[in-house]
């Protein structure tokens, strides 16, 4: 939580884990407090304050992104009273947004959480960072996991950020470490597990080919079709007759 002091001046108290601070906050300052932190706040003069919260699974997984390593959790620092124009301008967009609800208000309001989160990553944040991935190569469990849940939804639209969410990793993290173990792209992996369940179906003829597009994943079955061509050299229709 980052709070935003907008106007007015007091003298502000807080107590978090038994322990108590006091500084005088006015406009250009901020607090910054760990979400859902146990907390106890006094102050005696009118103040207009602007209260911006960051989620902990955006924090994790901006964390796990740009410091390329699994996080398992990040605690921003106890300050009561500081002095930061890009923490205080950022939080100040967020707001206009939030007041102002314009086009495209939410993907903007977005951006700026992350650029936000990153800033306090840098200067303002600790982090506790989950095992490690070593060489860089997925875990056997971390890959299972990923296998039984593409092979699970196989007929639905699998997204890269799906499977970032299953292996417990960011993106960014994910996508390089996933060529690193499989040697191909997450999209060419699962694109593959379709046409493998595509040729078995289609080996035991109990199917009509659009049907198979369908509990494949595919489009359609035009798209199967092409697919099938790229990568086999033949069309479903084709492979099916022949078996």
């Keep these: 939580m980052i709070v935003r ?13 038994g322990k108590w601070s ?5 406009p250009g300052v901020f607090s910054l ?8 706040w006094h ?33 921003l620092l106890d300050l009561l009273s500081a002095q930061d124009p890009i923490v205080t301008s950022i939080a100040d967009a967020i707001t206009l947004e939030a007041q102002q609800q314009r086009l495209g208000g939410a993907l903007y309001a977005e951006s700026l959480a992350m650029q936000l989160t990153v800033h306090l990553l840098r200067r ?3 982090v506790t960072y989950k095992d490690s991935l070593g060489s860089g190569a997925l875990s056997p469990g971390r890959l299972r996991r ?11 639209n699998i997204t890269i950020e799906q499977l970032a969410r299953v292996a417990e990793l960011g ?28 040729r078995r179906l289609l080996s035991q003829g109990q199917m009509a080919i659009k049907e198979i597009a369908f509990v494949c994943g595919f489009a359609d079955q035009a798209h199967m079709t092409r697919v099938f061509r790229t990568r086999l050299g033949v069309t479903p229709a084709r492979l099916k007759k022949c078996d």
């Design 43 to 75: 102050w005696t003069q009118c103040i207009d304050v602007s209260h911006t919260y960051l989620s902990e699974a955006l924090m994790c997984r901006v964390a796990s992104d740009v410091m390329d390593r699994p996080v398992a959790a990040v605690r």
């Design 146 to 156: 990923l296998d039984e849940y593409i092979e699970t939804h196989l007929q639905e």
């Design 124 to 126: 303002y944040a600790a």
């Design 171 to 198: 993106v960014w993290t994910f996508t390089k470490h996933f060529k690193s173990t499989t040697g191909r792209s997450a999209h060419a992996y699962v694109m593959d597990r379709r046409v493998e369940r595509a």
């Design 22 to 26: 006091k500084a005088a906050c006015e």
């Design 33 to 40: 407090l760990t979400h859902c932190e146990p907390s106890h």
């Design 5 to 17: 002091y907008r106007s007015g001046q007091t003298p502000m108290e807080r107590c978090l884990d």
